[in-house]
C-alpha cells in the first residue's frame, strides 16, 4: 500500500534480501520467506465516518508451504495502526494469522501468515485512513404551487491522503455505491440520489424564544420564519436511510420554464421518520402576537423564620395567530415553560418535544385568525 503503486517493488526489495540471508543462517524447518504486497484488487471506499475513512482492498498473495513474512507500509499517509485488518478470503481454514509485528522506527507492520500449500491466496485489507473526506449538498427545486420538490443529493469528495485510488467503489451508508477513482489532491463532486416530486410542505414556524411575543411594540416589520418542510418516511419516497447534514440550495419554478432562487440553508441530520426543514425566508403574510394575561404565585413554602424558599405559580399566556394570505397556511408554534410545570388547560393540542418545549401544529385559514390560551403552574421556584 501506502506508497504509490509504482514504488512498491523497490520497498519490498532489501527485505528480501534480508530474508535470502536469514534463510542460510538457520536450519531449514525454519526457513521464512518474504512476500511483497500486490497491486490493489477490488477496492471500497467507505465515507459513513466524517473524521476517517473505511478502506477495504482486496489482493492475492503468493504464499509457500510453511510460514511467509507479508511487509505492509504506509509512508506518508496517516493510518490508524489499530485499525489494520488482515482477512484470509481463499483458504480460512488453511491459512492462518499467527501474528503481527511492528518494525522499529518504520511505518509499516509484518504479518506472519502460516499456509498449509503453495497457492495464491486472495486477502482483504482493512484500514481506516485519515484526510480523505466528504462534504454533502442538495438541490432542492419547488414546483410553481410548492407542494413538491425535485431533490438532489451530491456528494464532494476530496482526497489530502496522500494516496492515489485509480479505481475504487464509494459508499456512504445509504444509495447505491459508485465506482469512481480519486487521486492524491483531487476533488469530485458526484450525484449521489435524486428523487422526483418528493411531497413538500410550506409552514411557518414562531418560537417564542426568538420572535418577539407583541410585533406592534417592535419597530419595522416583523417576519416570520419560512420552511419548507420534507418527512424522511417512504410515503415521502424517502425513508429508507438517515439524511446527511449539508448545505442545501432551494429554487422555485417560476411558471416559464425558469426557476428564481430562494436561498440557502444548512439541513441537519434527518433520521429516518424525522422531517427536514429548510428556511427560504420571513414571511409577514402570518402575524402571531402573544401576552402574559396572568403571572401569580401560589403555594408559598416558608422556613422556620418566615423566610420564602420556594413557592409555585400560576401563569395564563394568551395567543392570537393572524393569517392574512388568500390561501390557508400551516403555523408551527414552538412554546417554551422552564423548570417544573403542570398543564392546567390548554385550548389547542400540541407535542411535547423535551422537557420545557411544546410544540403546536396549527391550520390557520385564508383570511382568518385563531386564538388559545394556555393556562399551566410551575412548580418549585426557589
Not at 504509490?4 to 538457520?26: D, N
Not at 509484518?110 to 485519515?130: F, G, M, P
Not at 417576519?223 to 418516511?233: A, C, F, K, L, S
Request: proline content about 4%.
Amino acid at each position: 500500500m501506502m506508497k504509490r503503486e509504482k514504488h512498491m517493488k523497490k520497498q519490498w526489495m532489501i527485505p528480501a534480501v534480508t530474508a535470502v540471508v536469514l534463510a542460510l543462517a538457520v536450519p531449514a524447518y525454519a526457513r521464512i520467506k518474504l512476500v511483497a504486497l500486490p497491486d490493489r484488487g477490488a477496492t471500497m471506499i467507505r465515507l459513513d465516518n466524517p473524521n476517517a475513512t473505511l478502506i477495504e482492498e482486496e489482493r492475492v498473495l503468493t504464499l509457500q508451504k510453511g510460514v511467509n513474512k507479508v511487509d505492509f507500509s504506509w509512508n506518508g499517509v496517516d493510518v490508524d495502526v489499530d485499525s489494520i485488518r488482515l482477512t484470509v478470503l481463499s483458504h480460512p481454514d488453511k491459512v492462518t494469522l499467527l501474528n503481527v509485528s511492528f518494525p522499529p522506527n518504520e511505518q509499516a507492520l509484518v504479518w506472519e501468515i502460516s499456509s498449509a500449500n503453495a497457492w495464491e491466496e486472495k486477502v482483504r485489507i482493512s484500514y481506516l485512513l485519515r484526510n480523505i473526506d466528504r462534504l454533502i449538498t442538495y438541490m432542492a427545486v419547488a414546483d410553481k404551487p410548492e407542494t413538491s420538490v425535485n431533490l438532489k443529493s451530491y456528494i464532494i469528495m476530496r482526497n489530502f491522503s496522500g494516496e492515489d485510488f485509480a479505481k475504487a467503489n464509494v459508499l456512504l451508508d445509504y444509495g447505491q455505491a459508485f465506482e469512481e477513482g480519486i487521486l492524491h489532491e483531487e476533488t469530485k463532486q458526484l450525484l449521489f440520489f435524486k428523487k422526483d416530486q418528493v411531497p413538500v410542505t410550506k409552514v411557518w414556524k414562531f418560537d417564542s424564544n426568538v420572535q418577539p411575543w407583541d410585533p406592534e411594540k417592535v419597530e419595522g416589520n416583523v417576519g416570520i420564519p419560512v420552511m419548507y418542510r420534507i418527512e424522511n418516511t417512504e410515503k415521502s419516497k424517502l425513508g429508507q436511510n438517515a439524511l446527511w447534514d449539508g448545505k442545501a440550495r432551494l429554487q422555485q419554478e417560476d411558471g416559464h420554464g425558469g426557476t428564481i432562487v430562494l436561498g440557502e440553508d444548512n439541513a441537519k441530520l434527518v433520521p429516518v421518520g424525522e422531517k427536514l426543514e429548510l428556511y427560504i425566508g420571513d414571511s409577514r403574510d402570518i402575524v402571531v402576537t402573544q401576552r402574559k394575561m396572568k403571572d401569580q404565585r401560589i403555594n408559598f413554602r416558608k422556613n422556620n423564620v418566615g423566610g420564602v424558599i420556594l413557592y409555585d405559580t400560576d401563569e395564563i399566556i394568551h395567543v392570537k395567530m393572524e393569517n392574512f394570505k388568500d390561501t390557508p397556511a400551516v403555523l408551527t408554534l414552538v412554546e417554551h415553560i422552564d423548570g417544573q410545570w403542570d398543564m392546567e388547560k390548554c385550548d389547542l393540542q400540541y407535542t411535547r418535544k423535551d422537557a420545557s418545549t411544546l410544540e403546536f401544529e396549527i391550520p390557520l385559514p385564508a383570511r382568518g385568525k385563531k386564538e388559545f390560551d394556555m393556562h399551566y403552574h410551575r412548580r418549585n421556584i426557589r
